[in-house]
């Protein structure tokens, strides 16, 4: 840590910037030491410490707004986050918040992994203390959102279950795999440390360009906070069924909805008879304003059955609030085509997944012929398909 005075001469605090040199100096000397930086709109562009010389907590903390910890993981090469002030400048342009980034770079800095991994029980253990002072200023563990990048998460975990699992929520980005996968839950991050958890895994086993993977999930978390489209999650045994249209109920979160990058839409058509085989639709959305766009999906190839509903998974680049016409089209699998033959459907229904609140749209007794598209004006679903 070290100061640096801002435009109106009070000081500011910077985070560690150590360089491999001081990795090799850890394997003689091992070195920690956890500096507190405090963000709040009042001094976005200067770090102040969170409790003053004579433990006094800092004027511009707020104890009844909520409070974001935001907590790095391992830099054996000592250099300084490069996603870190501008995550801070993203959450506090989002909400008007505390932000403290938990510098531990001394004691991240290290060639052994091993050490860094020991480490993390000690800052856990050290920023228990800072929240027990926390919550005699009037804080609630309630408001404590922890955000842990790497080890950082597993930092996380350890803080939650030292508050036996009350603080309001822990989210952690990518958490590191190697000394913490398959370890039983008071060895690592587990759901049971917040109210709330959440992760983002972005590197799984460690494939492919392991930095930039591993890293992903912080520049992910930042986008889903700053942009206008909505990230969508389904609860799913595998990515095939994913890609099958089988993850698709968000009932499955009970009370929660889906955890929420384009607008997705589920097409539902069931056939009256065996006509229609095995062949894929494409259809696009036109809306009011005239705009019109094509679905893309996920698996093209449906094979229909009599009676049975399909359901088909599409992705928007753009949201269809207000749908006048949805373009339909079938296309048959089979290397025999047929100009003449029809295809019929019994019902169909669109609904949106992005935004379920939205009524889903209807269509019924529908007559196709292959590679011949045909534009239906749905209207609001009955209560019992014809």
């Not at 520049?219 to 999650?233: K, P, R, V, W």
């Not at 229609?276 to 893309?296: P, T, Y």
Request: net charge positive; charged share 20%; glycine share 4%.
């Amino acid at each position: 840590m070290c100061w640096v005075k801002s435009e109106n001469e009070r000081p500011c605090l910077e985070f560690s910037h150590l360089s491999i040199k001081d990795s090799f100096r850890d394997l003689f000397i091992p070195r920690i030491e956890i500096i507190l930086m405090m963000y709040t709109r009042n001094n976005l562009n200067c770090a102040k410490p969170l409790f003053e010389h004579n433990n006094s907590l800092n004027v511009n903390f707020n104890t009844q707004k909520k409070t974001v910890w935001l907590i790095h993981g391992y830099r054996p090469m000592g250099s300084i986050p490069s996603w870190l002030q501008n995550f801070v400048s993203i959450l506090l342009n989002e909400e008007d918040m505390n932000v403290i980034v938990v510098d531990w770079n001394r004691g991240a800095t290290t060639f052994i992994y091993d050490r860094a991994v020991k480490n993390t029980r000690k800052v856990a253990v050290s920023l228990s203390g800072h929240i027990k002072n926390l919550l005699k200023h009037g804080a609630s563990l309630d408001n404590f959102h922890f955000i842990g990048m790497s080890l950082g998460a597993h930092i996380s975990g350890f803080v939650g279950k030292i508050f036996n699992g009350q603080l309001g929520r822990i989210t952690g980005l990518d958490p590191a795999g190697p000394k913490f996968s398959r370890k039983p839950p008071y060895r690592r991050l587990d759901y049971t440390d917040a109210k709330f958890v959440d992760v983002i895994h972005s590197n799984s086993h460690g494939i492919k360009f392991i930095k930039c993977n591993h890293e992903r999930a912080v520049h992910l978390f930042m986008a889903s906070l700053e942009t206008n489209c909505n990230f969508i999650s389904f609860p799913c045994h595998s990515y095939k069924d994913y890609k099958t249209s089988l993850c698709v109920d968000c009932d499955s979160f009970k009370e929660k909805s889906c955890p929420w990058l384009a607008y997705y839409f589920i097409l539902s058509i069931t056939v009256p008879d065996k006509t229609v085989m095995d062949g894929f639709f494409s259809f696009k959305l036109l809306n009011q304003l005239g705009m019109i766009e094509e679905a893309r999906f996920y698996k093209k190839n449906k094979p229909l059955c009599k009676l049975q509903e399909i359901k088909i998974l599409a992705q928007f680049y753009n949201d269809f609030a207000n749908i006048s016409s949805i373009g339909l089209t079938y296309f048959q699998s089979s290397n025999m085509e047929c100009s003449t033959c029809t295809y019929k459907i019994q019902s169909l229904m669109l609904k949106s997944l992005t935004y379920p609140e939205r009524p889903p749209l209807c269509g019924y007794n529908i007559v196709l012929k292959e590679k011949e598209e045909v534009f239906l004006y749905p209207n609001a679903c009955t209560a019992k398909k014809t």
